[in-house]
């Protein structure tokens, strides 16, 4: 079988193992490059040199590596399962050293910023009111932006007289159930129907194009609304970091954060403990501590 033949059936087994739209549009691709790549080259023949040969026309940022090379031991992996390959020469590939990015959350003027600059953004009012109502819903919600432009109409509902947001996320599966400020409701009350529709099923896409697409459009207009701010290092996932310091600088405990993100104690841990106050304060305490020995150990 040649790799693009494996590479749909691959494909076919992540759609029945309902995993992402927007996941297997990236597996997708990798297969796709691959296969440009190696040509006909037969799928037993490809080595660990081939691979990171491939790897070496790829210029890309260290954490896309990371990823790739993922998707990479995963493909060759299902073909060494189905006994296409008797080796998975991607095994032995190497993951590049990731640096830690620092999660730095947005202060209020740079929201107000970014919020003004999705008015202007645009001379077409429906780009304005699809970003402003994206902006908006990421910012009070902390949802992913493939959370965002999937967004239902009837996940959005009135629950004992107040409108609530209830999903499932699509990377983790996990439930969200939020009150909806009037802002957000306000916002999404403007938006007039996507491009292409006669339904009105979703907010941001029609249901019958591609999931990639729409985001690939709602993306090229966001990072034009982050340039136009003003605002250094402004991207879409910084919401989420901005709502899990706010809820935690507000008293809320890691599983409260994790609950209204839709992730685990375990993530928000590693990634926003910072923000909590007892941490800091407990850590000024003993920084406080070793100061005073020290100044306690130069004076005997």
């Known amino acids: 079988m040649t790799l693009d033949q494996v590479a749909k059936i691959w494909i076919g087994v992540l759609a029945g193992n309902y995993v992402a739209d927007s996941t297997k549009l990236k597996y997708s691709h990798i297969t796709r490059l691959l296969s440009d790549h190696f040509g ?118 009135q629950v004992g007289g107040q409108w609530r947001l209830r999903l499932r996320t699509k990377k983790t599966g996990a439930a969200i159930d939020h009150l909806v400020p009037d802002v957000v409701l306000e916002a999404l009350g403007l938006l007039p129907p996507p491009y292409g529709t006669g339904t009105y099923e979703y907010y941001f896409c029609n249901g019958a194009g591609s999931p990639g697409s729409t985001l690939t459009n709602m993306q090229s207009i966001l990072r034009k609304v982050y340039r136009l701010s003003g605002v250094k290092g402004a991207y879409s996932h910084r919401f989420r970091c901005t709502r899990a310091s706010e809820i935690l600088l507000a008293g809320g405990s890691l599983h409260d954060c994790a609950l209204a993100l839709g992730i685990s104690d375990r993530v928000v841990e590693r990634h926003y403990s910072r923000f909590m106050p007892e941490q800091r304060d407990r850590l000024d305490r003993l920084m406080e501590k070793a100061t005073n020995r020290e100044y306690q150990e130069a004076t005997i």
Request: proline share 3%.
């Open 40 to 157: 006909g080259k037969p799928l037993e023949k490809i080595t660990t040199a081939d691979l990171q040969g491939f790897r070496a026309t790829r210029k890309i940022k260290a954490s896309t590596a990371h990823g790739e090379i993922q998707i990479l031991k995963t493909f060759f992996g299902f073909c060494e399962d189905q006994g296409l390959i008797t080796a998975n020469p991607a095994r032995k590939l190497k993951m590049p050293r990731l640096r830690q990015v620092e999660k730095t959350p947005y202060t209020q003027e740079e929201i107000i910023c970014i919020l003004a600059a999705s008015d202007r953004v645009s001379d077409s009012t429906y780009a304005r009111l699809r970003s402003k109502a994206a902006l908006l819903l990421m910012r009070h919600h902390g949802l992913r932006i493939s959370d965002t432009i999937g967004l239902r109409r009837d996940a959005i509902s």
